[in-house]
């Protein structure tokens, strides 16, 4: 028709099954924020305990400062970042950085998966998450931190281009959650809160890691209480607040989808088939323990 103006709609692929790949693998990627390696090298370079974290993070943006930090990074206290950034930068360049957080990937995977590391699944996998990276990287638009890590140089060791491509689709994902998160009403700390009373993770450990106080976190949980979505002395989700979550991960889900659309509903199968005891390997390795608190 004249005038009108053609979009191209990706493949459809079952949400779940996208989650299901991203869950499989998501602790080959999600290591890195834990391991002795990664710490180690941030050290070297004169970064030290959490400035690690938002400046290995955040690098792939170059040396920018802690606002736009604070906004991709969502749900952290902003007083960390500020403490972090841009005062990491004086320490070391943003390559440094990037460099010291590949190296320590590649270490780390090493100690985790042993032998394994350099096998064949090793590679199908990586082959298929980087396909999938790559066709993320047509889908840009309202993604800075995915953006900004989807142009960074690829590796050629296999391990390093899964872990590389694993981290390439959580910021996809994460981007897409943020979206979501504003779209229901929440702030980071809210969210927070929320997925404590959801049970998946303890209170004390996302109020800890994310830098909130004692003072922060229970007037939160006040907040939410009188909005109705959560309940009870010990905060759990109510009917209501269960049914937002549902709904901002099934939001989540779908936003990640377009990522998938090149590998199809066979390669997420088998990507989560082929990450699935890869995954299970790191976490015998212990290479998700939480670090000494500092």
Not at 258 to 275: F, K, M, S, T, V
């Amino acid at each position: 028709m004249t005038g009108a103006t053609e979009t191209h709609q990706p493949a459809t692929i079952d949400p779940a099954l996208v989650r299901q790949a991203w869950r499989s693998a998501e602790p080959v990627h999600g290591m890195i924020y834990f391991v002795p390696e990664a710490q180690e090298r941030y050290a070297a370079l004169g970064i030290t305990g959490r400035d690690g974290y938002f400046a290995s993070r955040a690098a792939a943006l170059g040396a920018v400062g802690a606002e736009p930090v604070v906004a991709m990074f969502f749900n952290f206290n902003p007083r960390l970042v500020t403490a972090a950034l841009p005062a990491s930068w004086e320490r070391a360049t943003p390559a440094a950085v990037l460099a010291a957080r590949r190296e320590a990937a590649g270490a780390a995977l090493t100690r985790g998966l042993g032998d394994a590391v350099h096998g064949p699944e090793v590679a199908e996998a990586a082959g298929l998450a980087r396909r999938a990276a790559e066709t993320a990287a047509a889908h840009p638009q309202g993604r800075p931190l995915f953006a900004a890590h989807a142009a960074l140089p690829w590796p050629e060791q296999p391990h390093l281009v899964l872990w590389q491509a694993l981290t390439v689709l959580r910021e996809f994902r994460g981007d897409g959650h943020v979206a979501a998160l504003l779209l229901a009403g929440l702030t980071g700390l809210e969210a927070l809160v929320l997925h404590a009373a959801s049970g998946e993770v303890p209170g004390p450990i996302l109020r800890r890691t994310r830098g909130w106080s004692e003072e922060q976190w229970a007037g939160t949980v006040d907040d939410l209480r009188g909005r109705g979505l959560i309940e009870g002395d010990e905060p759990v989700l109510s009917a209501e607040g269960r049914a937002q979550r549902d709904g901002i991960e099934a939001d989540t889900d779908r936003l990640a989808t377009p990522a998938y659309a090149e590998i199809g509903a066979e390669g997420c199968a088998r990507l989560a088939e082929l990450a699935r005891p890869l995954s299970r390997a790191v976490v015998a390795a212990g290479l998700l323990t939480l670090p000494p608190r500092t």
